[in-house]
């Protein structure tokens, strides 16, 4: 199966390919994991969550998302370094597989240049052509505003709140539940 490759240009005027992720990225991804979450307070996984994962954990979810068409993982490069990922899986129940939710990284010193726009846009684009997917579902924590702007421009809606859905240290964060129905 050949999948899309989408082409768009950077904040800074740089070319992000984004594409669906291949097993030949699983080491790239699992170096990547630890850098992101090194400086990423308003992401739900932390260091110690992936300390133990390997190359081949890597190389089977790939496999498991490679088996499902309504699982995605898309990595988006520039000068052919791998930068960020999105990835989207549905509920596998039959009453709610219509719907998923995503989770998306960008390396900190490529956040702020529109790779998080361009990883979203392949997703919602690649939705939209799902049969199966109606809506893309994300939690977001409140105080991750730039997150909040970005999702808002794209026309996701909020659909709730999960009251101190996280907790870091002694301080609770609300979990802005959004939604886009594609």
């Known amino acids: 199966m050949t999948s899309a490759v989408y ?3 950077s904040k800074d005027n740089k070319t992000v390919k ?22 990423a307070p308003y992401m ?8 133990n994962l ?13 088996h499902n068409p309504n ?3 898309f990595i988006a490069e520039v000068d052919d370094q791998l930068v960020g990922a999105i990835d989207f899986k549905n509920g596998d129940n039959e ?18 240049c529109g790779i998080g726009r361009a990883l ?8 939209r052509k799902n049969q199966q997917v109606e809506k893309i579902c994300l939690e977001v924590m409140e105080d991750n505003i730039g997150a909040v702007q970005l999702y808002r421009s794209m026309n996701f809606f909020e659909e709730g709140r999960k009251v101190k859905g996280v907790k870091m240290e ?13």
């Open 54 to 66: 390997d190359v081949l954990d890597i190389e089977y979810m790939l496999e498991m998302y490679d």
């Open 170 to 182: 002694d301080k609770y964060q609300d979990l802005i539940l959004m939604a886009l129905f594609v």
């Open 7 to 9: 082409t768009y240009e």
């Open 95 to 112: 009453k709610i597989k219509h719907q998923g939710s995503f989770g998306m990284t960008v390396l900190p010193e490529y956040r702020n």
């Open 71 to 73: 699982y995605v993982q």
């Open 44 to 51: 739900l996984s932390t260091e110690k969550d992936v300390e």
């Open 120 to 127: 979203l846009e392949s997703l919602v684009d690649w939705g």
């Open 18 to 39: 984004v594409r669906e992720a291949a097993k030949q990225d699983a080491e790239q991804m699992l170096i990547n994991a630890s850098k992101i979450l090194m400086e």
